[in-house]
Structure formats: C-alpha cells, structure tokens
C-alpha cells in the first residue's frame, strides 16, 4: 500500500445527508473509482455510485471531486496532494437518489424532445456516399459519451432548476449541432429549434462545458458558437430580416 | 409495498446491441417490448467495442463476400462452430451495417465515399467497419437513438412515447418465470429502490452479455456477471461449450488499477508490433500449422504486407486472438516478459503521431491517462486479459429461440455456438446484430402464434421471498470477499492455461463458495445497495463458472480459447463434440452431445486439404451432410 488517504464522501438521499470522513489506503497508481471501490468492500458495503467500463468510455461514474465535476475512473489519486483530504460528492445539477448517485432523467427527457435523423426520401441502404471530411465534424459530437458533466457544470441549470424546462443544456445542443451537420440530414431549422425550443440564447459561451468534457469535444467552439452565429444571421441581418418580411407580403398579396 | 407489475408481449433483458437490435425488431412487428438494462440506457458493454464491425461489403478489397467471411470465421473458431450461425452471421452482417448507416451512424470513409474497412486479426481481407477506435460506442449510440425515434413516432401517434416501447433503466432481472413448461415473465428489482418488478410476457429475449466479472483480470465491465446464462440455465434452457472464453491477447497490465483494460486489435491491424524484453518480434515463432500458408514468416514480408496485401502474407501479429494470447503468456512465462509482467506493443515506429491520434484516439487517450505513457512515441505493456465467452445459450440458429424453453431467445454474447472455440475480432459487433434482429423478429412470430400465458401468484411469491433472503439472512458472509475468492480460483486454476489436476480443484472450491454464499448478509437497506446487488450477482457468477470448469474438465484437447496443458493439442475426434450444460437445481451437469454437421455446399467452400487439418478422414471421405 503506497500512502493512507483521507476522503470525505458526501453520504445520504433526497431528503438529508452530509459528508463523512474515511481514511483508506490506495495503491501506486489508482484513479479515485478503486477507492471509492475499496471504501465499498471493506467499510461501507451500502455506499451508492454509478460505474461501468472503469475506462473512461461509458460515462456513467460522473461525480464531484474537490468540487471539480469529473469521471472518478479517470481521476489519479497521484494528481492530489499527499496531505489533501479528498473530498467526493454528487453532480450537484441532478436531485440525489442516494450518496453519489443522482436522478439523470431530465438528460433522457431531453433527448427525446430532438427529432431524429431524416434520410434523404428514398435512399436506400448501401447508397449513401460521404466523405471523410464531411462526417468529422459531426464525428466529433458523436464522441459523446453521455457523462453528463457538461450539464452538471453548466450554470445555467447548475443552481437554477427554474430553467430546466426550457434549456437543453450543452449536451443536446452538440446533438442538435451533430444533426444540422450530418451530410444526410434532410430536417430544416435545426439552428432555429435550438433557438427557439432548447434555450440556446441562454447560453453566454463560458465556456465551463468544454473545460469539464473528458472526451475534449470543443461544444463551445465547434457547436454552440457556429449555430449562435447562423441563428444570428436569419434573426437579425437587416437585408435577411426585410427580405423575409417582403416575401411574407407577397405570399399575403 | 404494492409490486409494480407491467405487460409486454416481449421482454428484453439487456439494452446492449443484441438487446436493442432484438427491440427494434420486436417492435416493428407491431408487438409491445419492455427492455430492461442494469444500468443506465445507453451504457451497456458495447460501447467497449473498439476496432469494428465485420461485415463483407468489399468497399476496400472486392474480393470480399460473405463465402470468405462464413471461411474465416470457421477457421478462427477451429471449426467447432455451428455452421448454420456462421453462415447466416456472414450473409447477413453487411445489410445490418448499412441499415445503421440509415438510422444516423457515421462510419470512417474510403476515398470513394463509401464505408471504410480495416484490417483485423483472422479477416483475410479489410473488412471492419469502423469509427476510429470507438466503434461500440458509435453503435450503442445509433441504436439508442433509433429506440428514441421510435418512441417519438408512437409520441406523435398515440401522445405516448412508451405507449408500445418502454426503458427500465437500472433494473436487475432475478428470475424468468414459466408457466405450464412456456414463458412467462420475468420478475427483479430496481436498483434505485430495490422494490420489486414483475413483467408479465410470453417471450423473453436474453440479451446480457458474457461472463467476464467472474474472472480476476478482465476488459469487462461490472455488469458482465453471466446474468443471462445463469438466468437460461435455471430456466431450463441448456449452455453449450463454456469451457471457450476469450483471453483477448492485449489488456494494460499496469499500474495495476487498470490492469486488464482492453487496448484495441486495431493497435495491431493498424501496423503495431510485439516484442519481448530482448527486443524479438517473437510472433514468427508461434504461427501453428494450420495458419502457415496465411501469415509470413520473416519480418520483410511482413512488413510489405502492409503496402501490398496482394503478393505478401500477413504479420503473425494478426493471428487470431487465442494464437496471439498463448503466445505472450508462453513469452512472459520464459521469462522473457517486460517489468510489469507483459510484452510490449508498439506502433509509434510504423505510424506518425499525428496518424495514431486521428486512428487510435482513444488508445493515446487511455495510455496517456492511465499509465502516463505516451503510444505516439514509447511502447506499450500489454497480456492477456479475460474478454469474451464464446460458449452460451443454446438455440436455434435461424429464429434465436433457446432450445428446450418455449418462448425464450437469446441473442449476442450470451448465445453460444456462432464463434465455435474461438471469437475473431469484429464478429461480435455484426454478431450482435444479425442475431439480435433475428430474436426480436423470432419472439415476434412465437407471440403471435402462441399468445399470452398468465404467470401464477405461487410463482410470484416464490420469486418475491429470494429477493428478501440476503436481508432476513444472519450467515454473515460477505458478498465482496467471496467474490473475490470466486476470481482467484477462476483466475489460478480456469484460466488461460488448463489442467485437470487444477480444474478437479476448482470445482470443489467453486462448490463451497456456493454453499457459503448462501449465507450471504447484506448490510444496509434496499435503496441502491451495491452490496445486496452483488449478492444476486455472484450467484450467477458461481453458475457459470462452475459450468465453464466442468466442461473444461471433460474437454481433453486444446482449441481456440481452451488450453490444457496436459492434452496440449488439438484432435480432430474432439471437434465432432459439443458439450451441453444443464442445471437440476442443485448442480451444473455436463453432457456431449454431437456437432451439427457440415451440410455439402458449405463444405465444398473450402479446400479439402485444409479441413484435413480439422476433421477426421471419416469426415473428410463422406464430404458433408446430404
């Protein structure tokens, strides 16, 4: 055993709960998910968290390490200090189900509110032709491995529940953006509906979402940013703006 | 507490690709479907998957069709496979890949447009569709939102997304019920609260994946705990040949927290190279007979292999996994391993950094993370590590229906037959495919024609009174500890290399663990209690490895992803043998039972003078079935 380390675990449910200290021991090399298993196996055989590939592939052990949203399998306890007291806690933008669990669903409520792809009218499987270039930028969406940490840190819905309804948050505006830049997506207005319906005004390009993204997907930059700026161009370019105003009399006349 | 009671026509225990391909089937026959996961949607073990999908489309090498693909995958499972899988595997796997295409999935692309291929250990041609080194998840992804799709045109339809398909995140399936010798249902318990489920169905798909949790070192993740065998096999269905588990040949071996973490075959598809301590390219050494026409033997034309496949055999680092696993295990064992007890990998000589970051993301990713190492420019430590379990439920290959239980399928890793003694690499994605569609389309036909078959309230309650137990139980065991007894008996004594002796041993220890499980105490209540979970867990794990020694114990030959030391070579009277697994309640037992063999036209495929080297002359003389 390498070095004994101190942790305090936030530990309770929707209703009550606080933070205990443990003192465990961790080997060279561990990430903060074996210790969190050892604690498990050896002192809390109750204690709640999500896991599942321990690769960093899955995204589902999501939680709060020295207030840092982060995936516990993929954090060293090496990058700590020696003398560091760690401290672990629940992604704070999702109501606790139990210790370092969280209820997720709002994230599934939200996918389902982004129609589906739309295949060009009567392609058939086998046909479609793309080039390497064109399916990389929605490849680099499609890297998404739903940890949900973009959310999580978003402040936006991070302490303020009152927008859930009508923001999407970071991980379904990449969604959108995937969508928009599929080659074979046939559906318009997904710029629009981004807009109008999953809150992306309310975005101020902070950027946190990207700093938190362990799959290093640039949601700022190469999503969010770009469908801002078109959104922008239909909404308020001056000559857009009259032309489309024009074009509504005529159909009126 | 009042049960929480639902009714499907088909019921869906796991949402990895078989279970979702199976759903999306199911459900465009126009039947209900209820699939139930362990964790959350869309985090099933698939997403593991690295290096691709193998299918026969030709868009690189148009030699390619699915005859060479049905050879190759014989040839990789030493031709205990069963022939009508592996048939239908081949014909089939390019028309599920397009398909996914057509729900949104963005594969690599050649130059011509089309779905790029690569190469993988076993495939005599570029035959992988790919997406970098995350393809599993890409898949996993495509169908999860193909399942949306659906859900939001029955939205549109009937204002109820989950009107005819539903998600039961984090819910553990303990039982499948029967009534009058047919399905049922299926009963378990949510996660989150640890109240209980039952699901009132007339077929059940078992989709759950493998076994990998059973053992030590292992690329699984923790769901892959043999539920489904387990679950089939106390159902009374039968498991056929699970002394065939996969040591996928490069798993990290340090720093020891990661160790058995999967590091992709695209490593060596894409040109990377083992070597041992001394610096020996030592794979020339362990090409077996039966490959030596098919991969070079000097390191010159290995290497133009990867400029002109045309006039050049390939790098023996591509054999199939179980050749290439053995050969680093006899590496290591002479002692002529590297620091941390593996060989090393190297593909920063053959490919610029540029070129691995954009092929091999997330390689770069986990090395660098993980271990500190950088691929782009050092070599990587790699061994054995447990990955896949070729032997599963027995079932019929054309409709996925277990043999034995009328109503119940099975389909993906958790059926066995499709890879014979040994998986090649990117069979399992199309696998998963083929055969999850064609459950989901078999439970359709087995509803339609059968109907609804009520579950009793004795049938309830005895399901109700096992998920109490650990509770009520003052034994005072602990399901950790022997857990991870269970993995070190697998790991010593049922692993890579065999012997009777040893499995004699395991089998007594499997046995006692058994009994003592049963006075497993948990601590803490219901609500979300990782404890109580793997108590459940562990007793499926107990089943199939108990399962997986006996039948290795009776197997007195080496093939594929079975290796004794003392029957070390292959024979050909053993081929003709699957052997059948069946519980009584009490106890796994062990019975042979016949290959199906090989019809004409099949046989004709190959050249008579390699399936010599499989099959007896008997055999050879009557040229197949029919």
């Not at chain 2, 499995?503 to 006692?512: H, P, R, S, Y």
Request: net charge negative.
């Amino acid at each position: 055993m390498a070095r004994t380390l101190k942790l305090r675990i936030w530990r309770g449910d929707d209703k009550t709960g606080g933070l205990q200290d443990v003192t465990v021991e961790a080997n060279h090399g561990e990430v903060v998910l074996d210790i969190i298993h050892r604690v498990q196996a050896t002192q809390m055989g109750d204690l709640a968290v999500r896991w599942n590939c321990k690769a960093g592939k899955c995204g589902s052990c999501s939680m709060e390490i020295n207030g840092k949203p982060r995936l516990a399998c993929m954090t060293q306890v090496a990058s700590y200090p020696e003398d560091e007291v760690i401290t672990i806690t629940p992604l704070r933008a999702f109501p606790v189900i139990k210790d370092l669990v969280t209820d997720v669903s709002f994230n599934y409520k939200k996918a389902m509110e982004i129609p589906a792809v739309v295949m060009p009218e009567g392609m058939k499987p086998g046909e479609p032709r793309m080039q390497q270039v064109d399916v990389e930028r929605s490849q680099e969406f499609r890297k998404c491995i739903e940890c949900f940490l973009c959310q999580n840190t978003c402040h936006v819905i991070r302490d303020h529940e009152e927008n859930k309804k009508s923001f999407s948050g970071p991980r379904f505006f990449i969604r959108i953006a995937e969508l928009d830049m599929h080659p074979l997506d046939m559906l318009r207005n997904r710029k629009k509906t981004a807009q109008e319906e999953h809150g992306l005004g309310f975005c101020n390009i902070t950027k946190c979402c990207t700093e938190v993204c362990p799959e290093h997907i640039k949601i700022t930059d190469n999503a969010i940013i770009p469908m801002k700026e078109r959104v922008a161009d239909e909404k308020y370019d001056p000559v857009r703006w009259l032309g489309s105003k024009i074009r509504r009399r005529e159909e009126v006349l | 507490m009042t049960l929480e009671k639902h009714k499907y026509d088909v019921v869906i225990i796991g949402a990895g690709g078989a279970g979702l391909r199976a759903a999306v089937e199911a459900r465009e026959a126009g039947l209900s479907v209820a699939i139930v996961c362990k964790s959350l949607f869309g985090k099933a073990h698939t997403v593991m998957a690295e290096g691709g999908a193998a299918a026969s489309m030709g868009n690189v090498n148009d030699n390619d069709n699915w005859m060479v693909h049905f050879r190759d995958t014989m040839r990789g499972g030493k031709f205990l496979n069963h022939y009508r899988m592996a048939e239908l595997h081949a014909k089939e796997a390019p028309d599920r890949i397009w398909e996914l295409e057509m729900w949104g999935a963005l594969f690599d692309r050649t130059n011509e447009g089309k779905i790029s291929q690569r190469n993988f250990g076993g495939h005599e041609y570029p035959r992988l569709a790919h997406v970098g080194d995350r393809t599993g998840l890409e898949l996993i992804r495509t169908m999860q939102q193909r399942i949306v799709a659906l859900q939001q045109q029955d939205a549109k339809e009937h204002g109820d997304a989950e009107k005819n398909m539903k998600v039961f995140a984090e819910v553990t399936i303990t039982e499948i019920l029967k009534e009058n010798g047919k399905i049922a249902g299926a009963y378990g318990y949510r996660r989150e609260s640890g109240s209980e489920v039952l699901f009132q169905a007339p077929a059940v798909v078992i989709a759950t994946g493998g076994v990998g949790k059973t053992f030590k070192i292992t690329s699984n993740s923790w769901e892959g705990t043999g539920d489904g065998h387990a679950l089939a096999l106390k159902a009374g269905a039968n498991l056929v040949d699970m002394e065939f588990l996969q040591f996928h040949p490069t798993g990290m071996v340090w720093p020891l927290s990661v160790k058995g973490i999967l590091v992709t075959e695209s490593v060596r598809g894409e040109g990377g190279i083992l070597t041992n301590s001394l610096g020996e390219r030592f794979m020339f050494k362990y090409i077996p007979d039966v490959f030596i026409d098919k991969y070079a033997d000097n390191e010159a034309e290995a290497d133009r292999w990867y400029e002109d496949q045309d006039n050049n055999r390939r790098p023996p680092e591509l054999l199939p996994r179980d050749e290439v696993a053995r050969a680093i295990n006899s590496e290591v064992k002479a002692g002529r391993g590297t620091e941390h007890g593996g060989v090393f990998l190297d593909v920063s000589k053959r490919l610029s950094a540029e070129v691995i970051k954009k092929r091999l993301p997330s390689m770069w990713h986990q090395f660098y993370e993980l271990a500190g190492v950088d691929i782009t420019k050092e070599p990587m430590e790699v061994g054995p590590t447990c990955h896949y379990v070729m032997g599963g439920v027995e079932v019929e290959p054309d409709s996925a229906a277990a043999v034995g239980v009328p109503g119940l399928f099975a389909a993906g890793e958790v059926a066995g037959g499709m890879h014979g003694s040994n998986r090649l690499g990117g069979n399992s994605l199309t696998d998963l495919l083929v055969f999850g569609r064609r459950a989901g389309k078999g439970a359709a036909d087995y509803v339609k024609a059968n109907g609804a078959n009520p579950v009793s309230d004795a049938a309830i309650e005895k399901a109700a009174a096992k998920i109490e137990a650990p509770f009520t139980s003052t034994g005072g065991e602990n399901a950790y500890t022997l857990h991870q007894e269970l993995q070190e008996i697998t790991h010593n004594l049922v692993g890579i290399i065999r012997t009777g002796a040893e499995l004699t041993e395991a089998i007594e220890k499997i046995a006692d663990i058994r009994k003592r499980s049963g006075n497993i105490s948990v601590t803490g209540d219901r609500k979300f209690n990782p404890g109580f979970h793997l108590a459940f867990d562990l007793d499926n794990m107990l089943l199939v490895a108990e399962s997986t020694a006996k039948s290795a114990l009776l197997r007195e030959e080496s093939r594929g992803g079975h290796t004794r030391d003392d029957f070390p070579g292959m024979n050909s009277t053993w081929r003709q043998v699957n052997h059948i697994s069946s519980f009584d309640g009490d106890k796994v037992s062990i019975k042979s039972q016949p290959l199906p063999v090989l019809p004409k036209e099949l046989f004709d495929l190959f050249d008579v003078h390699e399936l010599e080297k499989y099959m007896t002359s008997a055999e050879i003389a009557k040229g197949g079935s029919n």
